[in-house]
């Protein structure tokens, strides 16, 4: 217990922590918001070019992250966003668009379009449809998006890795690593840390188990 004491009080674990949380929850619910409205607007308003734009987006999920490391690294440190959270924002959000996107999309289509047709009739308008009736319909696929949205943005170790530079500004992955004891690794106090790191995602799964499974096979068989 003296390596979680240590890890708490003198591994600046807390600062790691909220920096964590500072991305992952902003980066979570955009990537979520966008990939609704999206979703929404493939699947219920289709438009001329509407499915070109679907397998675009979706296409964005077979983009290795890799490639741009070295243009976002120069782009972020031209327009001063360098050793800030923002650009681990802005690119989780943009990364996580096609799955939820896709997702989303699956779950709208499965709705009957007579659903939408007696709101409509009951004069509401597209805003108070997506509010009020496709988002209470649509907790499960939103509980898996955020379930695995939360899980790869918290425990991502490349982007804090590329974009941050001083010890402040790191996320807990990165700050794992860089636990060093004087002479040597403090294995110990990495420990410690790592079972502190995974209880935010275990309490998400928890919270959301009860829509995930059922979330995971939306679109997944007709009938």
């Known amino acids: 217990f003296s390596n979680y004491r240590e890890a708490w009080n003198e591994g600046n674990l807390k600062t790691y922590a909220i920096n964590s949380f500072k991305v992952t929850i902003p980066a979570t619910v955009d990537s979520i918001l966008f990939g609704v409205l999206t979703g929404y607007v493939i699947s219920k308003l289709p438009f001329r070019g509407s499915q070109a734009l679907f397998v675009f987006i979706v296409a ?9 490391l070295i243009p976002l690294f120069r782009l972020f440190n ?5 050793d800030t959270l923002w650009p681990m924002i802005i690119v989780h959000t943009a990364f996580g668009l096609p799955i939820c996107t896709l997702l989303m999309r699956n779950f709208f289509a499965t709705v009957p379009n007579a659903v939408r047709e007696a709101a409509i009739i009951d004069g ?9 009736v496709m988002l209470p319909l649509s907790l499960p696929a ?9 899980s790869w943005i918290w425990n991502d170790f490349l982007w804090p890795l590329i974009f941050t530079q001083s010890d402040s500004k790191r996320t807990i992955m990165v700050g794992i690593i860089t636990m060093r004891g004087q002479y040597s690794v403090a294995w110990g106090v990495q420990g410690a840390m790592s079972v502190i790191a995974s209880i935010p995602t275990l309490l998400v799964f928890v919270f959301f188990q009860r829509y ?9 068989v007709k009938g």
């Open 212 to 220: 995930f499974i059922r979330g995971l096979t939306l679109g997944a």
């Open 124 to 132: 509401a308008n597209e805003g108070q449809i997506l509010l009020r």
């Open 142 to 150: 939103l509980a898996v998006l955020a379930t695995l949205q939360f």
């Open 78 to 82: 031209d327009i001063k966003l360098y």
């Open 60 to 68: 964005g999920m077979f983009y290795p992250p890799q490639i741009v």
